[in-house]
């Protein structure tokens, strides 16, 4: 069974940081482009970071440039995909979905093109 499992979500204060994690199983996710969404209250998902297969490419979206950085890693065969997310805002409060694409790109997955999985989403909650 395909999974993208989110964790590291939960309330912040502004300023501070976390380190989300999407952990995969149950496919060869290293041949997988992958990326983090973000979905507020009453707001379509949008695009935050992509990384390619090899992890030597990146996108982020303009509001998160700078203070997010996607970086993915292989150990014991586990496929991990990690959002760091520092100088957080009350506007990066949302739920944050992970998601990968085999025959695509970063690129094209940040525009939502070529997505096979999604994760179920770990809830992000800025105060101010």
């Known amino acids: 069974q395909v999974q993208l499992v989110e964790s590291g979500g939960g309330l912040v204060q502004a300023g501070g940081s976390l380190r989300l994690s999407c952990a995969t199983s149950g496919r060869t996710f290293s041949s997988y482009a992958m990326g983090w969404f973000r979905q507020a209250p009453g707001k379509e998902r949008e695009f935050v970071a992509t990384i390619s297969v090899g992890g030597a490419i990146t996108y982020y979206t303009d509001s998160v440039k700078g203070r997010f950085t996607i970086s993915r890693s292989r150990d014991n065969g586990k496929n991990t995909v990690y959002l760091q997310m520092n100088n957080l805002k009350p506007e990066d409060t949302a739920v944050y979905y992970c998601?990968?694409?085999?025959?695509?790109?970063?690129?094209?997955?940040?525009?939502?093109?070529?997505?096979?999985?999604w994760g179920r989403g770990t809830l992000v909650t800025v105060s101010s």
């Open positions: 998601a990968a694409g085999r025959l695509t790109t970063a690129q094209d997955i940040s525009v939502k093109k070529g997505i096979d999985y």
